[in-house]
């Protein structure tokens, strides 16, 4: 390794500048794209909207996952506690049991719990729910549309391109921050 | 020898042989193939499987032997939010919405406008031309010049005011969706009595009112007709309160006789005979029943009033679920607030003769 | 000391309500039962913050790990391992996403859209292995990034591809980093995400689509070493322009070469690259007016690249949901079609007019006429640039890796004669060459 030359000395150290000032270029400039905040804040989680939520199905068969991502969510302050829920109940329901022909639910995530005459709760079981938005369709056709869907962000792989977002007709799925991971129908749910 | 490299060990580059090029062909081949699938995001692939699918198409269809009425104009209303519609003396149609009343004669012409301060949610008006302009939770009254001529309110805490209806005597019923009950005001604005609230020692419950849409109408018989909209009934009151339980009818079900979904009839509004016509929200449908509750005919079908085949979901405003409201001119002609076309409907029964006759031989 | 912190809970308070007005639907409100509360919806919370700082220190570390290891320890065993533990914590653990890879698109989205602002963890990916790329080479792509440890592992069955089919498959990496950069720049899509091989396996389900594509890379990979990192990864082609300006660089011999030619016969990626012998003095005329003909032509094929990529915005909108909207309502709206899509249906429902919408998917159209442009340019400048390289003559007396290529696997080292001798000399235990095979 002969180094003597002052010229390659000098041809190195000239080299050796720019690569420390290409360093120093690569993180300004990182610096600098991280730093603009004139636009949107920092949104990094994926959410949907449901508001623009039009109940396709997509959710389910879209998302990366197997079981998607997307879970049925009930606002409690916005149902009716329908005896003859029809996010519940199949639209020509014989009776009003939970017996599985009249359950709308394809795997029975919605539980009706009796609380009082004429009023019946409905909790989602989200183990169970894939997010098919099936329930949430019965619910807005005929109720006040409290069954929405929602991106659980436990189940969530936080894809750098959501895949359900590219799938949805209504352009509902969007970023969203990290401190508002979630787009309650019902608002704040604390307050 | 420790230190001789392992030329021709497992991890040396070789040269192909013919089946592993025929492979490696093969792998690309399936590859790119998968690749086109992969690329295409294409809404319904695949799809689930036929029981996940929601399906109310076969509701929104109706037999045309059922509809006996014609659509006979369309007036239009530049409001965004419609709300209620009333029919005021010379068969005025009186339109509430946003922050305004606007008032067309029976041809659809524009009469005039009048500014209100607060969104209203429903209206009646009285022979004189008075409207009894109801909000969340108290109560305007206009005389026929459009000025105010006395504010009602009311003591109660949850107020959801969703009807007015005009009895003999100058009775105002209100129907106060958040209370569960009837108000019956007099004539200068004194509550003087509540109705269908229910009665806890005997138990008897309130109405079932799960969404904002409860409506109240008074016959000519003086009874008052209260929908108690989650037991898909119309229920009979005297002004006083008493409750004919022998006179209540309705039915939940999806087929045309029935009321439909969780919570319906939205609207109801009377023939000067006292038949009732219905609106339902979910599969809007206005229909026409006879007074004791048999099914008659239809009005307006869930075609002519905007629905979509497979389209169970829109994304309206907050997915607020607009409904429509009805009102009866003294022609017998009914008038149907369509919030989705913002517009009047006109309809006019068709035929009446035939319609007669036919109702007759089904009924003799 | 009350005061402030009562202030920012009240503020808190204030907020929260705030938004709530804003949220507020006309909400009826709900039944007041006797003897049952209302219940709250609960909500799964958001992954914590700290583990993106988890990760950004592990990819640095791995990062000076794998480079201390391919250059200080000549140890390829170590890199092995390195990389078996970069597949387990950013593939399987944290799932394959972010990547750096993937990250190109998020800075060229930031760089194209104004109002989009790029998390720094992405901007960290991005830019950490870029400078470590700059002083040593590509060590990213042998020891840290999930992508390149999955094909390692598998390639064991490696087989010589052919030169001519090298270099023409390695355009495809630049055409396929160019369209990516396009489309992410104008916010139309994240291709280079969507054609991922091997997140699904990292996330233990996908499509079957996705398993497919992903099972077919990994089989090639048994008998054509590393073929998304030789001939897809975008992120490969920025680190290798960066790896030719490196400092340092993997080496195969530590001392002189011999010239005995066994490691030509053992790097599965054809990155090794033979001493050239000296051209002789009739044939030098011929090369270097090839190399002058290349070198005219490249701002022709630039030229010509721009005119033809600028029409190709019509195929690239088909991408874009919005363009694709547009003319789902044009065509419905002028009777070309009658079957609606979900897509149109929605829209319809928002009753928002079509014009609005066509003068969105218009200016979007624009951009990506914009983006075809710099991509067919981008076409041009690596067709051009390809034909230079090859009409070079470069001088080489040794057995070199090729920068560009080289991914600082280490599988040389242990070939090398002269390698061996030098370990025999710095260490008298014979433990670590006994186990490097």
Known sequence: ?191 | MKLQPPTDSDEAVRKPNFWMMLLLAALVVVGIGALWFLGDPSPRRGGLPRRFDYNLDPYMKIDPALVRYRQDAVVPVRLYDLRAIAVGPDDAIHVAGDRTILVFDAQGKRLRRMDLTDAPRALAVDAQGNSFVAFQNYLLVFNNRGETTAQWESSARRDVFTSVALGDNGDVFVADAGNKCVLRYDRSGKIIGKLAQGDPRNHVPPPVIPSPYFDVAVGSDGLVRVVNPGRHRIEFFTPDGHHETPLDWGSAGMDVEAFCGCCNPVAIALLADNRVVTAEKGIPRVKVYSPEGRFESVVATPEQLGATPGREVETREQHKLLAVDLAVDSQDRILVLDPDAKAVRVFVEQNTKDAKDTKDVKNP | MMRPIRFVLFAVVLLAAASNAALAVERFPPPEFTDHALPTTQFAPARPAFIQYVDVALLAGGLALASYLALARRSRRGLFVLSIAALAWFGFVRHGCVCSIGAIQNVALAAGNANYTVPWVVVAFFVLPLVFTLFFGRTFCAAVCPLGAAQELVAVRPIRVPRWLEHALGLLPHVYLGLGVALAAVGTAFLICRYDPFVGFFRLGATSAMLIFGGCVLAIGVFVGRPYCRFLCPYGVVLGWLSRLSKWRVRITPDQCIGCRLCEDVCPYGAIEPPTSALSPAARPAVRGWFVFFLVLLPVLIAAGAVLGSHLAVPLSRLDPAVELAEQVWAEDHGLTHVTTDASDAFRNTQRPPEELYRAAQSQRVKLAWAGMGFGAWVGLVVGMKFIMLARYPRQTDYEPNPAACVSCGRCFWYCPQDQVHRLQTTKDTKNTKTAC
């Open chain 1, 1 to 191: 390794m002969a180094e003597k030359s002052p010229t390659i000395n000098r041809r190195k150290f000239v080299a050796d500048g720019l690569r420390v000032a290409g360093a120093a270029g690569l993180f300004g400039a990182a610096g600098l794209l991280t730093m603009r905040r004139g636009g949107e804040p920092i949104n990094n989680l994926w959410q949907i909207d449901p508001n623009k939520c039009v109940a396709c199905g997509n959710c389910a068969t879209h998302c990366v996952l197997d079981k998607s991502a997307a879970v049925c969510k009930h606002a409690f302050r916005m149902c009716g506690y329908c005896n003859l829920c029809t996010g519940y109940f199949e639209p020509e329901a014989a009776e009003l049991t939970t017996g599985a022909e009249n359950v709308l639910c394809p795997t029975g995530a919605i539980v009706r719990t009796f609380v009082e005459d004429p009023y019946y709760e409905y909790t989602i079981d989200e183990p169970k729910c894939i997010g098919c938005a099936k329930c949430v369709k019965g619910c807005i056709a005929f109720g006040n549309g409290s069954l929405y869907l929602q991106i659980d962000q436990d189940r969530c792989m936080h894809c750098n391109e959501c895949a359900i977002a590219v799938a949805c007709p209504s352009e509902a799925v969007r970023r969203v921050t990290a401190e508002t991971p979630y787009l309650p129908k019902d608002g704040d749910p604390e307050s």
